[in-house]
């Protein structure tokens, strides 16, 4: 039998107060991360600055730690930092999102939210169904559903989800992640003048398109936008096969930069480049505030990969969403940072100044822990390598010789380590964020970087400095971070 809104709701905060404590009680759970107050988090939603507030929507199973019928939670913050927990936004309660409401975005309008998502049905047969539906709201906390305002087209898959909406020179566009028949991967464009009827124009990009060949059957997630006079479209390709240190994760988060003709809904780019180059990340979705930032935040996950060996799910919860990360381009490369606001929570300042590493470990006073920041400035590189281990078995480790970055981490299960890396022509700085069971290592400005979950022994705390045939001169500062979070 079909739930009321009222009704799904108050099972999901009734399965909030009943685990609460065991949620609780998990020692990794995070300090300064959104995470789900219980079940399963994965794709940001809605990102948008909407009456001096940041709404961050995301996807949510507020009964299971596996993906089911998806909610819409919702957190609000003054400063991308301190965020506070908001009523459910979305619940899967009409005929056109009764197995989910899925992935989408947010714009402001006549001083209005209007929120995009996709219906996700599956009817007796197991036959999948979806539409593109449409909500407002007055107040950016209470929604009202219209229902669905795109059907999908001829020619596509009822694989077609993920409406990324924006206004450009007075119109506005919705691109979404979209299956052909044939199974290849695009990301197809609707253009409408008042946020309710829309036209098809489409495939923006995707295999056989604009010169890209086969290049993934599903692409997800899409979301265009423009950065310093560059035109980047952030997708996410499905059955991409691996390539060396690139497309190693199960499915890949990255972007195309070019020249968009939005005439004939053409899109000249250039290659595929990933986003991070960690194990945890995924469904990437930005915003632009008030201050013209283009400010980025990404699902700490990716689809159902490792996720019954996570140890969080006996804590009955699993899965977070990254830092924010403001976005800029430079030098032909479009680099990651982590928001200003961040420095809100640093406490206990540490710092050390003209360190010289060498095979010898080096270990600094009060710099170690389990939830900090750590800022590292190379002055001199004159060695083979250069290694930072964090906790049990996390390593980040730099070969100067063949010009690769590393991250090692231990396995979820098991005594076994694995690794991710990626090309990296030289090293000047290390930026660490370390929350519990989080790792997120930003390299020359944002140049790379890798997100990963950790599970190691919460008792081990140290942080070691290492070279290899030669030495490393560096400046080191690290700060705690302050427990934001509410449990």
């Known amino acids: 039998m079909k739930q009321s809104f009222s009704e799904l709701k108050q099972r999901a905060y009734k399965n909030i107060d009943d685990r609460k404590k065991t949620v609780a009680g998990d020692p990794y759970r995070l300090h300064f991360h959104i995470m789900p107050l219980v079940g399963l988090l994965n794709d940001p939603n809605g990102f948008v600055f909407y009456k001096g507030k940041y709404h ?54 006549m001083e209005k939210l209007y929120v995009f998502y996709t219906g996700n049905v599956k009817n007796e047969h197991g036959k999948r ?44 566009y919705m691109v979404l992640g979209a299956q052909t028949e044939n199974e290849q991967g695009e990301a197809v464009v609707y253009t409408s003048s008042d946020l309710e009827n829309w036209s098809f124009q ?3 990009a995707g295999s056989g398109h604009n010169g890209l060949k086969d290049f993934g059957y599903m692409w997800e997630c899409p979301d265009l936008f423009e950065l310093n006079g560059h035109e980047i479209l952030v997708v996410c390709p499905q059955g991409l ?47 632009e505030d008030a201050s013209g930032r283009r400010i980025l935040v990404g699902w700490m996950g990716n689809a159902d990969d490792g996720e019954s060996t996570h140890p969080t799910i ?73 290694s930072v281990e964090i906790g049990e078995k996390s390593t980040f480790h730099y070969d100067a010789k063949a010009q690769v970055c590393t991250f090692q981490r231990g ?9 991710r890396h990626c090309v990296l022509e030289s090293l000047q700085n290390i930026r660490i964020f370390k929350d519990t069971s989080s790792i997120e290592i930003f390299i020359n400005n944002g140049e790379e ?7 190691e022994d919460p008792a081990i705390e140290r942080v070691y400095f290492f070279a290899k045939d030669g030495h490393v001169t560096m400046d080191v500062q690290k700060w705690s971070i302050r427990r934001v979070t509410e449990y």
């Not at 539906?133 to 107040?139: H, I, K, R």
């Not at 396995?411 to 690794?419: K, R, W």
């Not at 970087?449 to 599970?455: G, P, Y």
């Open 411 to 419: 396995a979820f299960s098991g005594n076994s380590v694995e690794s």
């Open 56 to 109: 961050m929507f995301y996807q949510w199973n507020p009964f299971q730690t596996e993906h089911g019928a998806k909610f819409w939670g919702h957190a609000v913050s003054d400063d991308l930092v301190h965020w506070e927990e908001a009523p459910i936004a979305l619940a899967p309660d009409q005929d056109y999102d009764k197995n989910g409401c899925y992935s989408g975005s947010a714009v402001v309008f």
């Open 449 to 455: 970087v890798f997100t990963s979950r950790v599970f």
């Open 314 to 386: 006996k804590y009955e919860w699993i899965h977070a969403l990254t830092l924010p990360r403001e976005l800029q381009w430079k030098e032909g490369k479009l680099l990651q940072h982590p928001v200003e606001e961040l420095q809100l929570l640093r406490e206990d300042e540490i710092q050390h100044t003209g360190v010289v590493v060498s095979e010898e470990a080096v270990v600094l006073p009060r710099v170690n822990g389990q939830v900090f920041e750590l800022e590292i400035a190379i002055k001199n590189l004159a060695a083979a390598s250069f």
């Open 129 to 172: 169904e979806s539409y593109q539906c449409l909500a407002v709201s007055e107040d950016g906390i209470h929604f009202e559903k219209k229902g669905p305002v795109i059907h999908v087209p001829g020619g596509y898959t009822a694989h077609f989800r993920d409406p990324k909406v924006f206004e450009k020179d007075g119109q506005w």
């Open 241 to 287: 096969s691996p390539k060396g240190f690139e497309y190693n994760n199960i499915f890949q988060s990255g972007y195309f930069t070019g020249k968009v003709d939005y005439e004939k809904v053409s899109f000249e780019h250039r290659n595929f480049v990933e986003l991070d180059r960690g194990f945890d990340f995924y469904a990437p979705q930005t915003t």
């Open 202 to 204: 489409g495939a923006l």
